[in-house]
């Protein structure tokens, strides 16, 4: 590679050329380009440029001197995962932890916004409001040299690089392009054009399809995985993650796979994470600590974006927990699933058209967040629906069902797997996940043995040691089931809760507006204007009211929502509410969320209400609860008169 010289402060534009795959009878680490993270890793080029810089006296450095970071077999599941691609360029993926402890464990998620209304749209709640889901890794294994299990997957450090997708518009992704004269020849007759847009600003590629996507998943599976191949016939380990002798591949993420990743795993899953904020906490430089970040800290927007491009380049904005830039604003990203309403109950059966996740650049700021998502039709016309402010990011997935035990051979029945797989579902079901059906079965059975006890002249110590067990069974049974139900009462309870401080925010933000609009029109009334002047301020003061009108109408929504959870709530044991109660207000202490405090006592003299009137909740007594969560109504109507 020739080196370019970089000086301090001066503004470079590098031409990168990237040697092509080379001596396809044994492909190995050293086909990536000596500097391949200039086009590839952005973040990381700017590290390592910042660490040269620092280190030169004179102030002028090489960048081909860069140090990218090592390459690490994904055999020891790294954290930052380089894999090739066709050309010498590389994609990076970050590894996303799943803490479970069995085969058929998995983590309980809380996802979506909850302030959703803050937008004056009281579709958010449709679109984007709060709902839990559940999630496991692909890959197993004890990343880090842990001594508690996990699962992993990966997931795109980066959304797919506009020269990374130029690859497979330029047909360089088949598998024949895998090594050798013929890939030497097809690299060098397209790489200029990659070459040009392979600077170290690097952008996401747009006007990309969902289908398009899809496609790019499949060319690089197929390429990496004949590459893969020609490792493996060599004696080298390949560069695909592999689960128990069945490689792995690339796909888009499901939308609980993609929210997972983008709140930070595990640090960002509990109801008290979708509370606190709408974007992921970032790492305090220097120390252990992290913080919640900022908008701008994470984000391109509409007002941050650079240039005649509507997104801005990837890496520039501070990465989330586990090392993932960009998922929220500049572009928003395909994500595999069809679009579902979300119900205050869960999601909705019905499907319909295709998903992206994060908003983008042009995304109103109010709305943006990990847990904003939005439907898109699959075709416009007879095309399929692109957009320059949408791209998409990989993730790495492996069958459920692996086939294999040894090294890199696959079609080998895995009887350990079958075995471990069927002793999880026997425990599941001792333990009462499936707590219901087993319940009755088992009540069944307890009441069988006791009629065959009572009339069997045979010794009736061979069957009370059956009844005995039974009995135990069903007891576990009932412990985990009311586990459950406790946990879910907690959840509503922690919704009624969220939603009422959304009506009270909402309320406020309404007359604030309300207030300064009345005392524009009294300095208007008081003043001499033009007609000019006049129409302006009488169309804005219409635009004003209309913007009021659909806030008011958010949030007559989100207190139709508030008050059938308050009924569903006073359905709960008294003894149980109370329960969920303490525990609540414990944790909102320990977080020191004081305006909490004010709602949920409101929510809660509002179910004993409810209770003590059988659920029969009379307009008047709605009306005044809605006063109650709306501190501010009965002031904005007071200006509004």
């Known amino acids: 590679m020739s080196k370019t010289r970089h000086h301090r402060g001066g503004i470079f534009f590098l031409s990168l050329f990237l040697a092509a795959l080379a001596d396809a009878g044994r492909p190995s680490a050293s086909d990536f380009a000596e500097s391949w993270c200039i086009a590839n890793d952005p973040a990381s080029f700017r590290d390592g440029l910042r660490a040269l810089e620092e280190g030169s006296p004179s102030g002028a450095i090489d960048i081909g001197d860069v140090a990218c970071p090592a390459l690490v077999s994904a055999v020891e599941r790294p954290q930052m995962l380089v894999l090739p691609m066709p050309c010498g360029h590389a994609m990076v993926f970050q590894r996303v932890d799943v803490r479970v402890d069995g085969v058929l464990d998995q983590v309980r998620t809380a996802f979506g916004h909850v302030d959703v209304a803050a937008s004056g749209n009281d579709l958010d709640l449709l679109s984007s409001g709060p709902r839990d889901d559940v999630i496991a890794g692909s890959f197993s294994g004890v990343p880090g040299g842990s001594a508690r299990p996990a699962r992993s997957f990966y997931v795109g450090r980066y959304e797919v690089l506009e020269h990374q997708y130029a690859l497979f518009h330029q047909q360089l992704s088949s598998p024949g392009a895998a090594g050798g004269a013929s890939a030497d020849d097809a690299c060098a007759g397209g790489q200029a054009g990659i070459d040009d847009a392979a600077a170290p600003v690097a952008y996401p590629a747009t006007e990309v399809s969902w289908y398009d996507a899809m496609n790019f998943a499949r060319a690089y599976s197929e390429w990496l995985l004949a590459y893969d191949e020609q490792r493996v016939a060599a004696g080298d380990a390949p560069f695909m993650p592999w689960e128990e002798g069945s ?190 059906d087993l319940a009755d079965d088992l009540t069944g059975k307890v009441e069988e043995l006791q009629r065959i006890r009572a009339n069997s002249d045979q010794d009736p110590s061979s069957l009370d040691s059956q009844l005995i067990d039974l009995q135990r069974a069903l007891e576990r049974t009932f412990v985990r089931l009311r586990e459950a139900e406790r946990e879910a009462l907690r959840e509503r309870l922690l919704s009624a809760t969220a939603i009422g401080l959304g009506v009270e925010n909402t309320g406020r933000q309404m007359f604030l507006g309300a207030d300064q609009l009345a005392r524009l029109r009294r300095e208007f009334q008081a003043g001499s204007f033009g007609e000019a002047q006049r129409a302006e301020f009488l169309q804005r003061a219409t635009m004003a009211e209309a913007r009021l009108g659909e806030m008011d109408d958010a949030l007559n929504a989100q207190f139709d929502q508030y008050v059938q959870i308050i009924l569903h709530l006073a359905e709960a044991e008294t003894s149980e509410f109370d329960l969920a109660l303490e525990g609540l207000e414990a944790e909102f202490e320990e977080l020191r969320l004081t305006q909490m405090f004010s709602v949920l006592n409101s929510v809660q003299s509002q179910v004993e209400e409810a209770r003590a ?16 969560v709306d501190e501010m109504r009965e002031r904005r109507e007071l200006i509004t008169q």
């Open 247 to 436: 490689p792995g591949y690339f796909r888009l993420p499901t939308e609980s796979e993609w929210e997972f990743a983008a709140r930070g795993g595990m640090a960002g899953v509990g109801a008290e994470d979708r509370l606190r904020s709408q974007f992921y906490s970032v790492a305090v430089p220097g120390s252990d600590d992290v913080r919640d970040a900022t908008l701008d800290e994470i984000a391109f927007t509409r007002s941050t974006r650079f240039g005649d491009r509507l997104v801005g380049a990837v890496g520039l904005r501070l990465p989330n927990l586990l090392g993932i830039y960009d998922m929220v604003g500049n572009a928003d990203e395909w994500v595999d699933g069809l679009f579902q309403l979300v119900r205050p109950d869960g999601m909705h059966g019905r499907r319909g058209g295709l998903v992206v996740r994060g908003g983008n650049a042009t995304t109103p700021q109010q709305e943006l967040g990990v847990g904003h998502r939005r439907e898109v039709p699959a075709f416009i016309g007879p095309s399929p629906t692109l957009s320059r402010v949408t791209g998409f990011r990989l993730i790495i997935s492996a069958p459920i069902f692996v086939g294999g035990q040894g090294d890199w051979e696959t079609g080998l029945p895995n009887t350990d797997l079958y075995e471990e797989l069927r002793r999880a579902r026997s425990e599941i079901l001792e333990q009462g996940i499936q707590a219901l």
């Open 613 to 628: 009137v059988s659920l029969l909740i009379d307009s008047g007594t709605r009306e005044r609860w809605l006063y109650e």
